[in-house]
């Protein structure tokens, strides 16, 4: 596995930014899939049913679309860990180029799911022929987007506490090899290892035994 301390981010998430993340999910499915047909409707029809990947495609597409869109959240509110948060995702050219990746994203995934004759902006814009073949394309490179810009999001948010020390070969994990070195690339658990410890309490203090006749 590569670097990915950038997993690390979901343990920070408050429950604001996880009931974001689900509702996105659910409206990017239910609209999706309904206006797509994939998902049978009384609404909406299509002429050619839908390949047996349409519906991976759709459920990937929204989980990834309801995670991205909750890293625009404000996070704050009760959450599992609290990690030091680097200016990568406030930056406005960084945020609005994840937002622009993961528009594009959905909106490929989107014509790939959707019927190859009955889509009409598709059809002028890709004409008959093309547009159907290219159509498992289209899916695979809007989860590619998707999946980059959330991890863009994701990195953003975390700071590596012990990149600099792996990068010297002094990790502090507990699993390091000859020399410190861990044979490996920096995992989330390497991250964890790296948080700052609450500091020990101190001691109570002993009672006071003046005046009293029965102490030593």
């Known amino acids: ?22 509702a996105v999910a659910a409206g990017t499915y239910a609209f999706f899939g309904l206006s797509t ?13 839908p ?4 519906p991976d495609v759709l459920v990937a597409t929204a989980i ?10 404000r996070n704050d509110g009760p959450a599992p860990i609290r990690l030091e948060a680097v200016g990568a995702a406030d930056e406005p050219a960084t945020g609005s180029r994840s937002a ?16 190859p004759v009955c889509n009409k902006f598709a059809l002028l814009l890709l004409g008959t022929n093309l547009y ?24 953003g948010e975390v700071s590596c506490a012990t990149m600099d020390l792996w990068r010297r070969g002094t990790s502090g994990s507990p699993a390091t090899g000859p020399g410190g070195r861990r044979p490996g ?25 003046d005046g009293d006749p029965s102490a030593p």
């Open 1 to 22: 596995m590569g670097n990915t301390c950038f997993l690390a981010a979901f343990l920070t998430w408050s429950v604001r930014r996880w009931v974001v993340a689900a």
């Open 37 to 49: 047909a994939v998902l049978a409707n009384p609404v909406f029809g299509r002429s050619v049913p």
């Open 51 to 54: 390949t047996t990947w349409a």
């Open 64 to 73: 990834l679309s309801g995670l991205l869109a909750a890293t625009y959240v």
């Open 100 to 115: 622009r990746a993961g528009a594009v994203g959905s909106l490929l995934a989107y014509l790939a799911i959707g019927c």
């Open 132 to 155: 159907p073949p290219i159509q498992p394309y289209l899916g695979a490179i809007g989860i590619a987007l998707l999946a980059v810009a959330l991890v863009v999001r994701l990195r």
């Open 185 to 209: 690339p920096l995992t989330t658990e390497d991250i964890l290892a790296g948080l700052p410890t609450a500091p020990a309490a101190a001691p109570a203090p002993a009672p006071s035994t």
